[in-house]
Structures are given as structure tokens and as C-alpha cells.
């Protein structure tokens, strides 16, 4: 990925208070330049797809990087995750859960579903920065990412 390209980071977190902490993080760590949440797998769903209040006029930008919570209401991230993978416009976006868990089943479930990496979410605030700015500095400076591909182009 260029550096000089911008870098959007979509969450899926279902509890407002993560959502904040995390857009803190993520901004305190300088990893994106632009950031986004939703708050349930359908809603990740749409904003992918660009459907409903993620499409036109102003379609949401395509994700470099997901950060999925897996217990979420409506759509929880196994599902979620399930079906970005199976979607062959979506499937190479790297998805990183972030989650509380800390659960065998859980890691080995999210890796099943073709996950990128499994990340248990730290519980105080410079951990979870230090972790964000970790992320990004794998993901968008040491690994190397497919090309771009907008399904629009």
C-alpha cells in the first residue's frame, strides 16, 4: 500500500463506550487517516456493500482494515465474518477480530472463518493504542496487501 494513500479503518462494535475508546486510539496512534463504525454485523454488511445510508450519493469509502467485535445483537461477527469471506468482492479485505474474548473456541472458530488475525482487546486505555498503533504498523507498513479492487471501477 502507498503511503501517501489514505487509510480507513472500519470497527463493528456493538458498545458505544469501545467504539469511543477505540476511535481514540486509533486517531492517538496515527494509523488511519480516516476511521469509521458501525454497530452490528448488518450494519457492517450495508456499509460494505455500500447499501442504504452507505450508498449514493456519497458511497462509504472501501475498508484497508476491519477491526470485528464478535458478540454483537442482530448479526454477531462469526456471521458477519462468514459472509465477508464468502463474498468475492469482500473477501480480501483483512479482517482482525477485537474482542474480549479470550476463548479457544472463539480463536479457533474466527481462524476457521478465514479470519486475519485474533486480537483480544485490552482493557486499559495505552494498551489498546499501543495495540492499534501494532496493527497499523503491520498491516499497513510491513504486510504486503493485494491491490485495491472497487467492484465501482
Do not use: C
Amino acid at each position: 500500500m502507498d503511503r501517501d494513500e489514505p487509510i480507513h479503518i472500519l470497527l463493528a462494535e456493538d458498545d458505544p463506550d469501545d467504539r469511543l475508546l477505540t476511535r481514540r486510539a486509533v486517531v492517538e496512534s496515527r494509523v488511519a487517516t480516516t476511521f469509521a463504525a458501525v454497530e452490528n454485523g448488518e450494519e457492517l454488511m450495508r456499509y460494505l456493500r455500500r447499501e442504504d445510508e452507505y450508498g449514493a450519493p456519497d458511497p462509504a469509502p472501501r475498508p484497508n482494515l476491519i477491526l470485528l467485535d464478535l458478540n454483537m445483537p442482530r448479526m454477531d461477527g462469526r456471521e458477519a465474518l462468514r459472509e465477508i469471506k464468502s463474498d468475492e468482492e469482500l473477501r480480501r479485505i483483512p479482517v482482525v477480530v477485537l474482542t474480549t474474548s479470550e476463548a479457544e473456541q472463539d480463536v479457533l472458530q474466527s481462524y476457521d472463518l478465514g479470519v486475519n488475525a485474533f486480537v483480544t482487546k485490552p482493557v486499559m486505555f495505552d494498551a489498546l493504542a499501543g495495540a492499534m498503533r501494532s496493527l497499523g504498523e503491520f498491516w499497513f507498513n510491513l504486510a504486503k496487501l493485494p491491490p485495491e479492487h472497487d467492484a465501482d471501477e
